[in-house]
């Protein structure tokens, strides 16, 4: 979902300077997101470690630029039409880039992991998609987002440096304005009872191989949870489309459409979407995304490698993080190779 808000403002990457003004100008004056996207970057919290005796020790370092940026990307299950106080995430994924070696990864994050989340709010763990639910629905400081954040930083052991969320019609929207995206579906897809968005089911049934997706059909493929791994076939599913709008915003008549449109689109989907970065940090962003080479991209799912089932004691059925597991991913995934040859000098070194 990262490029999906990187794409957002792209009109003002690379376009002429009136293109960009009118871009600012209108995220500046209408578009209805954060406060905050209009201050300043604030100060980076240091995430604290999780009250439970298993918890990670984090020891990070603010990004100044240099350092490696973690992005939370979260997508509500928020329908058209709705407004509700609160809801869950159905897809919480990591994206993380090291600007200096331009080196990315993509960490999906199963919704039904079980965690603790910060703050009192009746019982030490929960899933970990209720962390936006209990930060809007309870008035935690800095809202759903926010609550999400600490809850990530302190399960995974890392700084997250920004959060965005965005729900389901920002996401078919941005799909169709792209003309769709193109994906080799591994294997075939039924799904006879997909949620629709009366709240009841459908038949959703996809073939293998080379398939040209619409916004509608590209979330109906990142959310099914009918295969034979589930969710954590979902979560492979959603980066399989984080990498395909990745492929069709290089294409330069995607990019000129987009500027285009800006305006347009700023204002269809400005309220489906929330985040603390500026518009600045989001140009910037933007800019070194589309610079990644793929092969500089490693993906990971926190899946059965790194977790258990297990049920809890009123019945739900969780997955439990096997946590000296996801602190060795966390070494490699969450490092850069520039960094760890000079941490490798620096012993070596007299």
């Known amino acids: ?15 002429s300077f009136y293109a960009y003004h009118r871009a600012y100008e209108y995220f500046a004056n209408e578009l209805p997101i954060l406060p905050e996207i209009l201050n300043q970057p604030r100060p980076i919290s240091i995430a604290t470690p999780s009250n439970s005796q298993d918890g990670i020790i984090v020891l990070p370092k603010a990004w100044d630029g240099k350092e490696r940026v973690n992005i939370l990307l979260l997508g509500i299950d928020q329908r058209a039409g709705e407004s509700e106080r609160a809801y869950r995430t159905d897809t919480m994924i990591v994206f993380t880039l090291d600007p200096v070696t331009m080196e990315a990864g993509i960490l999906s994050i199963p919704r039904d992991i079980w965690v603790p989340i910060p703050g009192d709010f009746g019982q030490p763990n929960y899933r970990i998609n209720q962390a936006n639910f209990l930060g809007d629905a309870y008035d935690y400081p800095g809202g759903g987002i926010a609550l ?70 590209a979330l109906k493929y990142a959310r099914t949870r009918h295969s034979r791994n589930g969710d954590f076939d979902r979560a492979r599913r959603q980066q399989q489309v984080i990498l395909a709008v990745r ?51 490693k993906s990971e799912v926190l899946d059965q490698r790194y977790t258990e089932f297990a049920t809890t004691p009123d019945g739900s059925q969780v997955i439990v993080p096997i946590r000296a597991r996801i602190a060795e991913l966390r070494e490699h995934f969450f490092s850069s190779r520039a960094s760890v040859n000079a941490a490798e000098i620096r012993s070596t070194t007299p």
């Open 1 to 15: 979902m990262g490029l999906i808000i990187f794409g957002l403002i792209a009109a003002a990457v690379g376009a």
């Open 247 to 297: 492929e069709k915003l290089k294409n330069p008549q995607t990019l000129a459409l987009l500027i285009a449109s800006a305006p347009d689109m700023l204002r269809e989907l400005g309220s489906s979407i929330k985040t603390d970065m500026t518009l600045d940090q989001m140009q910037q962003l933007a800019v070194l995304a589309q610079n990644l080479e793929r092969d500089k991209i």
């Open 148 to 217: 999400a954040r600490k809850t990530v930083e302190n399960f995974l052991g890392i700084p997250i440096h920004f959060v965005a969320r965005i729900n389901f019609t920002a996401f078919e929207s941005f799909i169709d304005r792209i003309g769709g995206i193109t994906i080799d579906v591994p294997e075939p897809i039924y799904d006879p009872e997909y949620p629709t968005e009366d709240y009841g089911t459908e038949v959703f049934s996809l073939p293998a191989g080379l398939q040209t997706m619409d916004g509608a059909t």
